[in-house]
């Protein structure tokens, strides 16, 4: 199996780095003020601590393009910030403070012909809240996303029964489809879209999206149920399952120049082509992911089961 080593390491890293962020939130979250954002600082840099020494103990020549970087940690005015960091970090990890600042560094490498892309923590305000957020990384080689791992540690494994156990972990290889398996550890089984649930998934944020372009896109491909509204690169696990048959993340009317960054959809994107859907932006045009961080030549994103992904993008050419 081609990437056999790839898929290896990004599913241990991405499980590992979950387990820290749900340790982050039981233990820090509930006791937080309300406006205080530092559980969520202290998972992102937990998270890519771990994530970046895991891969660069298996492919050290790999850059990894990640969110965070340690500047903020290395000075004295973080000193309680880093020191909670380096805490939750040994627990998986013996290292001192520099050694984990390095680590959460190694991810501000470039974009090059093979590099890694990782979101520590995507869905910062579903973490706070209580909701959804995902651990997502992806290896882009040669032009394609070919390995993507997306940790989703508060997804139920069974939508229908939203008092099932939680926490999936989807992972895809490109040309061999996409996995589910517990991310406590097990067995993974083959996703596909096949017979989806007929609704679509969008953000939970106004300020993500444009709420009434996307109820109207949905309506106009015969979708009229009530939105299943979701944090992060979940949305997308959600459509390789078949929960949904389409997320649409259109822009923002307040936010007119908005790019993507790459780590916000590299991951999910692979896991649902792998499973049979379809990905593009609003115009029909394949997302970049190699050519800068941020995807310029892209506007909103489209990621839908095969069979309708013509007829939402020409509904969007109609609008």
């Not at 081609?2 to 233990?27: F, I």
């Not at 005015?77 to 013996?94: G, H, I, L, P, S």
Request: charged share 30%.
């Amino acid at each position: 199996m081609k990437y056999n080593r790839e898929r290896e390491a990004a599913v241990e890293a991405v499980r590992e780095a979950a387990r820290l962020c749900v340790d982050v939130r039981k233990s820090l979250v509930g006791a937080m003020e309300k406006e205080d954002r530092s559980p969520v600082t202290v998972a992102d840099f937990g998270s890519q601590a771990l994530v970046c020494r895991r891969l660069k103990s298996v492919f050290p020549n790999d850059p990894i393009v990640a969110e965070e970087d340690a500047s903020v940690l290395r000075g004295g005015e973080q000193t309680a910030m880093r020191k909670t960091v380096c805490e939750f970090v040994r627990a998986y990890a013996q290292a001192d403070e520099g050694t984990i600042c390095d680590w959460i560094d190694a991810g501000n490498g470039d974009v090059a012909e093979r590099f890694w892309t990782l979101d520590p923590i995507d869905g910062t305000k579903g973490f706070l809240r209580g909701d959804q957020y995902a651990v997502a990384l992806a290896l882009v080689d040669c032009g394609e996303v070919k390995v993507a791992a997306l940790a989703c540690p508060a997804l139920p494994v069974d939508m229908e029964e939203m008092e099932s156990d939680c926490g999936v972990l989807f992972v895809a290889v490109r040309g061999e489809g996409t996995q589910a398996m517990p991310l406590v550890g097990g067995d993974g089984v083959d996703v596909r879209i096949d017979d989806p649930a007929w609704r679509f998934a969008e953000s939970v944020e106004s300020s993500h999206c444009d709420f009434d372009a996307q109820q109207a896109v949905a309506r106009a491909v015969g979708i009229v149920s009530p939105s299943l509204r979701m944090d992060s690169q979940v949305k997308y696990g959600a459509v390789a399952r078949g929960d949904a048959a389409l997320y649409l993340r259109l822009p923002s009317p307040e936010y007119p120049g908005y790019r993507e960054n790459i780590w916000d959809h590299a991951a999910g994107a692979l896991i649902v082509e792998e499973a049979g859907g379809k990905v593009s932006d609003m115009f029909g045009r394949p997302l970049d992911f190699v050519s800068a961080a941020q995807m310029e030549d892209n506007r909103g994103v489209v990621v839908s089961a095969r069979e309708i992904h013509a007829r939402v993008i020409d509904a969007l050419r109609d609008m």
